[in-house]
C-alpha cells in the first residue's frame, strides 16, 4: 500500500484535459509544497514533470500543470495528444521517517 | 548534461547481497545543493525509495530497508553504490539511481534526472 493515494487509471480523448490527483497527509502532501510528478513510458525511467508542486522543468510542455489543495495535489495535462499516454506517479517529501513517499502511479490512457 | 548510469549483476542468489554503482557524469556531483539516490520498482508496480547520500557522506534510508541497505559515495569516481544484503525474490526490481534536489531546510525533494535503470532478479 503506497503513502500517497492515486487513482489506478485515467483516461480521456485527444484535446481533452484530465486531472490525476494524489492524495495524502499533513505529514507530507498537506504540510509541504514538496510534491513532484513523474511520467513513466513502458519499459523507460521515470521524467521529472512538476516539481515544488506546480513548478515545470526546463522543456517539459506547459500542458502540463500542478496544483495542491489542502493534502491533495493535482497533475492536470490539457490539449491531451497520444504521446501522453503513460503512467504517472506523484511524490512527496514527508516529516515522517520515510523521508520520500510515491503514490502507487496512474495509468493514462489516451483514447 | 547530466547522466547516470547503473551498473552491476542482473542476477543475484537469495540471501546474498545485492550491489550495484551508479556513474555520474557532467556537472554537480560535488554540489551541496543535491543527494544522490536510489529507487526500485519491482516489475509491474510502483516506485520505492531506497535512500539518498550527500556528497559529504551523510546517508538517508526507508526504514522499511534500512537494516538491510548501505549506500556508499566514491566522489574521486563520481560514483554512488547500493549495497542491499540477505535478498529475496521480493527484491527483484528495476533499480534507478538518480540526482535528488534538496530544499533550502535540507529536506530530500525531486528526482531528476533518472539513469536507465537496471533490473535485478533475485533467484538460485
Known amino acids: 500500500q503506497s503513502a500517497l493515494t492515486q487513482p489506478a487509471s485515467v483516461s480521456g480523448s485527444p484535446g481533452q484535459s484530465i486531472t490525476i490527483s494524489c492524495t495524502g497527509t499533513s505529514s507530507d502532501v498537506g504540510g509541504y509544497n514538496y510534491v513532484s510528478w513523474y511520467q513513466q513510458h513502458p519499459g523507460k525511467a521515470p521524467k521529472l514533470m512538476i516539481y515544488?508542486?506546480?513548478d515545470r522543468p526546463s522543456g517539459v510542455s506547459n500542458r502540463f500543470s500542478g496544483s495542491k489543495s489542502g493534502n491533495t495535489a493535482s497533475l492536470t495535462i490539457s490539449g491531451l495528444q497520444a504521446e501522453d499516454e503513460a503512467d504517472y506517479y506523484c511524490s512527496s517529501y514527508t516529516s515522517s521517517t520515510t523521508l520520500v513517499v510515491f503514490g502507487g502511479g496512474t495509468k493514462l490512457t489516451v483514447l | 548534461q547530466l547522466q547516470l548510469q547503473e551498473s552491476g549483476p542482473g542476477l543475484v542468489k537469495p540471501s546474498e547481497t545485492l550491489s550495484l554503482t551508479c556513474t555520474v557524469s557532467g556537472d554537480s556531483f560535488s554540489s551541496n545543493s543535491y543527494y544522490w539516490g536510489w529507487i526500485r520498482q519491482p516489475p509491474g508496480k510502483g516506485l520505492e525509495w531506497i535512500g539518498s547520500?550527500?556528497?559529504?557522506?551523510?546517508?538517508y534510508y526507508n526504514p522499511s530497508l534500512k537494516s538491510r541497505v548501505t549506500i556508499s559515495v566514491d566522489t574521486s569516481k563520481t560514483q554512488f553504490s547500493l549495497k542491499l544484503n540477505s535478498v529475496t525474490a521480493a527484491d527483484s526490481a528495476v533499480y534507478y539511481c538518480?540526482?535528488?534536489?534538496?530544499?533550502?531546510?535540507?529536506?530530500?525533494?525531486?528526482?531528476?534526472?533518472w539513469g536507465q535503470g537496471t533490473l535485478v532478479t533475485v533467484s538460485s
Open positions: 515544488d508542486v506546480s
Open positions: 547520500i550527500y556528497y559529504g557522506g551523510s546517508t
Open positions: 538518480a540526482r535528488q534536489g534538496v530544499t533550502t531546510w535540507g529536506e530530500a525533494n525531486w528526482f531528476d534526472p
